[in-house]
């Protein structure tokens, strides 16, 4: 599947892939329980995502888009270790995946949801 995002700033093609096969794969190579990953314009999930999970991925686009490749990678990795050395869990806590948390609840119009997408 291929879009157009106009909810960033300037169009944006987004590609979006559904690979069912990958969510074995993606448990034990990414996060348990993974839904989806972005880099850079490309979403990858193993099932079709809800809205809110779409803009959960869709803040992760505008992340790549703000920092680039490298800026993304480095400040993702960055907040992770501040994360996990401050006690905290590296995924959940880190400032990247909080932002896209925020933006999933906003798209489900709760301030109450899922923590995760
Ligand atoms: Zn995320």
Do not use: C, K
Not at 51 to 70: C, M, S
């Amino acid at each position: 599947m291929v879009g157009i995002v106009s909810t960033v700033p300037g169009p944006v093609l987004v590609h979006l892939y559904v690979r069912p096969r990958l969510r074995t794969a993606g448990s034990r190579l990414l996060v348990r329980g993974w839904l989806a990953i972005t880099i850079g314009t490309t979403i990858v999930s193993w099932r079709r995502l809800a809205p809110g999970e779409l803009a959960h991925e869709l803040t992760h686009v505008r992340q790549w888009r703000r920092y680039g490749r490298v800026g993304y990678v480095v400040r993702y990795a960055a907040s992770s270790m501040r994360a996990w050395s401050r006690g905290m869990d590296w995924y959940r806590d880190n400032t990247f995946e909080r932002a896209a948390r925020r933006a999933a609840l906003e798209e489900m119009g709760s301030p109450r949801g899922p923590n995760d997408g």
